[in-house]
């Protein structure tokens, strides 16, 4: 009757309201996961070294195949890659994030030159461009994995992300909409503190498949910068 139980848990952790603990998370593994050495539309790293004056920030926004297409297509985005992020296991598998045992969500690592695309532009695209009052969903993807996450590696963009939700909050107030839920924090200080990138076949994922799954749809409600 294991697998039953199995089943049940998985079952339960996928409709779960929040993020496991660590206690209760999956250990994961010390080895990486190998991707490609480029981005397969920018032709640039996405494991570093990155150019000198580029940031990085870590976005999730529902699943991350159609959430990656939205942000490499964006002037001054350098690389992205699929990854997950801001939960506990490390170097987890993709099977293990769907269990919702591992904290993780799905997320897209951006880095970008700010003097091209400044941050502010950057965020009002992100949550453009999905739904961040659905809590631990994103439309039919339901789960921990799939909710909406502004991770940080700046003090600058933290306070930034901070004013751009608060200011996304009131016009979707206005237009009757649900309080924004988007997890907000210094990726550093986000419970394992890292990311760890996704499977080779996630990445650039709708290059690859150019009819593949992709939710994303833009909101209809403009974030004010």
Known sequence: ??????????????SASTVIEKDSALPGRTESVPVAA????????????YPEGHEVIV???GCFWGAERVLWELDGVWTTAAVYAGGWTPNPTYQEVCTGATGHTEAVLVVFDPE????????????EWHDPTQGMRQGNDVGTQYRSAVLTTTHEQLETARRISAGYADALSAAGRGAVTTEIGMLEEVRAGTYYFAEDYHQQYLVK??????CHVRSGIACPV
Do not use: H
Not at 3 to 14: F, K, M
Not at 116 to 127: G, N, Q
């Open 116 to 127: 091209a695309l400044p941050v502010e532009k950057l965020l009002a695209t992100y949550f």
């Open 59 to 61: 976005l999730g926004m």
């Open 38 to 49: 480029a981005n397969i539309v920018t032709g640039n790293p996405m494991t570093g070294p």
């Open 1 to 14: 009757m294991g697998w039953l139980q199995d089943s049940i848990r998985t079952a339960a952790l996928r």
């Open 209 to 214: 498949n150019p009819g593949g799954y992709d």
